[in-house]
């Protein structure tokens, strides 16, 4: 039985009965986009993240682009990301005018590295510091980055920051006074809804989140044409709207949030006790930081061998990401080399991201785990009979 890398029809079957219920709504009202659908489910999500303002939009591409526009950034100016990212945390960048400039992120958080980012800012501001208006950190595979030092760092240097918390729907940061959602510390936070995350729609859709009702309203208008009214537009602007049918599925999904990330961290315990004893590093989680497992993502130097065996045996996997982005073709005008980001760079050629859903059984990670174990197993069989081999040869000779 293969087994599957996430399994939306698994979730689809827990929505069914209220789906159905709205969509029907939905189609007697014939509100397609925004609406009322969509307001609820705005509110609901900036209850569930504890912020005071969510706008829905297109897209998670959309929302970067949307809130860096928002706060001030455009053309000349730069932005600081991470080269270990999906394409689109570096082309919303680009799309503003923008330039991002990449540090390298930290070996075991895979995100951001402060220590690195804060050299990059010392030695930025001896000589010109003057375009570089904000930080966009990417809490990847749903491991959020460490958001309060970063905030002490961005408003020590005047940066505002932009989070990229398109896998990290629910993950949380540990803060003095309690748990806090990614996606409400930094200045916005920008969600994807694309199927696959742990909240996903049934087609495009994405959202910002913040406290600052100013940046709220920017969104809001840039997302909508400019408009102020229906034919009233002050600036113009783009057309970046949720649709009701995505927004009644998100609503659906959302209540079963919770309940389905704790399932993903239950099975990530699992993984993480029965992987314990092979040559294989999952990603560590601090305990001031608390992932929602958008992804397991284990690294290992013999990750083609394993990969391979886990696709021969049925076992969806996948690689997040195998090039970074500053040696990707899109970006090559930036001027960045292989060699300049030596962290990013290692983890792309190692990491191997196993199947993880929160409707995963015990035996789909029992099989898995077994099967890796498997892989490394014949690695290290094959690497004695070639000693053997060459240790014959070398007698011979
Ligand atoms: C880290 C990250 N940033 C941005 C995006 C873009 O989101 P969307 O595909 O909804 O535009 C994604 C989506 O995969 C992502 O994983």
Redesign the pocket.
């Known amino acids: 039985m293969r087994i599957k890398f996430i399994d939306l029809a698994a979730q689809n079957q827990e929505i069914t009965e209220r789906i159905e219920h709205e969509l029907g709504e939905i189609h007697s009202r014939t509100a397609y986009v925004g609406g009322e659908q969509v307001a609820e489910f705005e509110k609901e999500f900036a209850r569930f993240l504890g912020a005071e303002r969510v706008v829905g939009l297109a897209?998670?591409?959309?929302a970067?682009r949307l809130a860096l526009l928002a706060i001030g950034v455009g053309a000349g100016d730069e932005v600081i990301t991470v080269p270990m990212?999906?394409i689109?945390?570096a082309a919303a960048i680009v799309q503003t005018g923008a330039r991002p400039v990449f540090v390298d992120i930290d070996s075991d958080t895979c995100n951001l590295s402060l220590p690195a980012l804060r050299m990059f800012l010392e030695e930025k501001s001896r000589d010109d510091r003057g375009r570089l208006k904000a930080i966009v950190p990417?809490h990847?595979y749903g491991m959020p980055t460490e958001m309060i030092e970063l905030k002490e760092i961005a408003d020590e240097f005047g940066l505002k920051i932009v989070e990229?918390s398109?896998?990290a729907h629910g993950a949380r940061v540990l803060s003095k006074e309690g748990w806090i959602r990614a996606g409400v510390i930094g200045d916005v936070g920008c969600f994807?809804?694309?199927p696959g995350k742990n909240l996903g729609a049934w087609g495009?859709?994405?959202a910002i989140a913040t406290n600052d009702e100013e940046i709220a309203q920017r969104v809001s208008l840039l997302g909508n044409h400019g408009r102020l009214s229906h034919y009233a537009h002050e600036i113009c602007g783009y057309n970046s709207r949720l649709d009701s049918i995505q927004a009644a599925v998100l609503r659906a999904k959302l209540e079963k949030l919770d309940e389905w990330n704790e399932r993903r961290r239950i099975i990530a315990a699992a993984y993480r006790e029965m992987l314990a004893p092979l040559e294989v590093l999952p990603i560590p989680e601090p305990a001031h930081l608390e992932s929602c497992y958008h992804l397991f993502v284990i690294r290992s130097t013999k990750r083609d061998f394993i990969r391979t065996t886990l696709i021969e045996k049925e076992i969806e996997c996948g690689i997040h990401y195998p090039v970074p982005l500053h040696l990707q073709p899109a970006l090559s005008y930036l001027g960045y080399r292989s060699g300049d980001f030596p962290i990013s760079e290692a983890l792309s050629d190692t990491v191997l991201s196993l199947p993880m859903h929160p409707h995963m059984t015990g035996m789909e990670v029992i099989r898995t785990v077994e099967t890796v174990a498997e892989a490394l197993a014949s690695t290290r069989k094959a690497a004695v009979a070639r000693q053997q081999t060459s240790a014959t040869i070398a007698a011979d000779l």
């Open positions: 897209n998670g591409t959309d970067l990212t999906f689109a945390t990417v990847l990229d398109c896998q994807s809804f694309y495009d859709g994405g």
